[in-house]
Nanobody, 115 residues
Framework: QLQASGGGLVQAGGSLRPSCATS????????MGWYRQAPGKQRELVAVIVSDGSTNYADSVKGRFTISRDNAKNTVYLQMNSLKSEDTAVYYCNADRSWPKRVYWGQGTLVTVSS
């Protein structure tokens, strides 16, 4: 249901922009977001975006990451700038509906930041 892509290997200070494509029915009625899971750590929220364009970010990425959505392509992007080694993780796209409750996860895309 969610197709994520765009991870990779980048040097510290560099940028990446993973994307997540989904169906129109999910894109229009779910909160879309990105989570990440670093080795040995729990999965954590990175950023979310609502259908009206409002966003929320983890404190650790504020000012560096930007989540956006392309309504014509049913795609969510995560522009990641000024990457740090601690941003290394598998990044998962997420779609969340509060009622009736339903959650979808993408397959994950690996981001590796070398110092």
């Amino acid at each position: 249901q969610l197709q994520a892509s765009g991870g990779g290997l980048v040097q510290a200070g560099g940028s990446l922009r993973p994307s997540c494509a989904t169906s129109r029915s999910i894109f229009s009625s779910y909160v879309m977001g990105w989570y990440r899971q670093a080795p040995g750590k729990q999965r954590e929220l990175v950023a979310v975006i609502v259908s009206d364009g409002s966003t929320n970010y983890a404190d650790s990425v504020k000012g560096r990451f930007t989540i956006s959505r392309d309504n014509a392509k049913n795609t969510v992007y995560l522009q990641m700038n000024s990457l740090k080694s601690e941003d290394t993780a598998v990044y998962y796209c997420n779609a969340d509906r509060s009622w009736p409750k339903r959650v979808y996860w993408g397959q994950g895309t690996l981001v590796t930041v070398s110092s």
